[in-house]
C-alpha cells in the first residue's frame, strides 16, 4: 500500500497569498497518478488535479500541480475566498487508492 | 447534469447489515467503473470498493474484504453496497464515486452527497 504523508496539517493565509501544499508518497507512484481534491464543510470532495498536473473539468488555472521524485505539490496562486477548505491528495497507480491525511488551508 | 444520489444510510447495531444504493444520471453508466468511499467524522476520505463496468470485477479495501458486497445494474443506472457485520469502525458518510477515465480505477471525478452510516448499540 502507498501511504501518502500531507504538510502542513493546516495553512494560515490571507486571501490574495499563494498557498503551497505538499504530498509525499512513501513509493514512486506509477505515471504520476495523483490526484488532488478540495473539501469544504458539509460537501462531498472535488476533483481539481489529476495526473500530478492536469486540472479537471472547470477548475480555474490559479491551481496547479507539480511533482518531483516522489514529492507532489498543490500551489494556488492568489487564495480567492472559496479556496479555503482541507486538500487531500490520493494515488490511483496501485490498489487500494489511497488518500493523504489532508491540509487545511484557513484564513489568517 | 452528470448526479449521484446515495440513499440507504441510518443507525445499526454491530453486527447488523444495511444495503446502500446509488442512482445515477447525466452520463453513460455502464462505461465507467464506480466506487464507494467512506469518510469517519473528522477524518480523509477512504477507499472502500470499486466494481467494473462491463466485466463485473470488484475490488475491496482490507478493512472490509468478506464483509461487504458491491453489485450494479447497468439497466438501473445503479450502484449497490451490502453491508454485513458492521462494527464500529464503519461509522462514516459513504459517498459513491465515478471513475473519471472510463473503465479504469483512476481519480473520482464525481462524488454523490454522501449518506451517513452510524453503527452503534
Known amino acids: 500500500e502507498i501511504v501518502l504523508a500531507q504538510s502542513p496539517g493546516t495553512l494560515s493565509l490571507s486571501p490574495g497569498e499563494r498557498a503551497t501544499l505538499s504530498c509525499w508518497a512513501s513509493?514512486?507512484?506509477?505515471?504520476?497518478?495523483l490526484a488532488w481534491y478540495q473539501q469544504k464543510g458539509g460537501q462531498a470532495p472535488r476533483l481539481l488535479i489529476y495526473a500530478a498536473s492536469r486540472r479537471a473539468t472547470g477548475i480555474p488555472d490559479r491551481f496547479s500541480g507539480s511533482v518531483s521524485g516522489t514529492d507532489f505539490t498543490l500551489t494556488i496562486s492568489g487564495l480567492e475566498p472559496e479556496d479555503f477548505g482541507v486538500y487531500y491528495c490520493?494515488?490511483?497507480?496501485?490498489?487500494?487508492?489511497?488518500f493523504g491525511q489532508g491540509t487545511k488551508v484557513e484564513i489568517k | 447534469e452528470v448526479q449521484l444520489l446515495e440513499s440507504g444510510g441510518g443507525l445499526v447495531r454491530p453486527g447488523g447489515s444495511l444495503r446502500l444504493s446509488c442512482a445515477a444520471s447525466?452520463?453513460?453508466?455502464?462505461?465507467?467503473?464506480m466506487n464507494w468511499v467512506r469518510q469517519a467524522p473528522g477524518k480523509g476520505p477512504e477507499w472502500v470498493s470499486a466494481i467494473s463496468a462491463t466485466t463485473g470485477d470488484t475490488y475491496y479495501a482490507d478493512s472490509v474484504e468478506g464483509r461487504f458486497t458491491i453489485s450494479r445494474d447497468n439497466s438501473r443506472n445503479t450502484l449497490s453496497l451490502l453491508m454485513d457485520s458492521l462494527r464500529a469502525d464503519d461509522t462514516a458518510i459513504y459517498y459513491c464515486a465515478k471513475d473519471a477515465f472510463g473503465d479504469y480505477l483512476g481519480a473520482f471525478d464525481v462524488w454523490g452527497q454522501g449518506t451517513m452510516v452510524t453503527v452503534s448499540s
Open positions: 490520493q494515488q490511483y497507480a496501485v490498489s487500494p487508492r489511497t
Open positions: 513509493q514512486t507512484v506509477r505515471n504520476n497518478y
Open positions: 447525466g452520463f453513460t453508466f455502464n462505461t465507467f467503473a
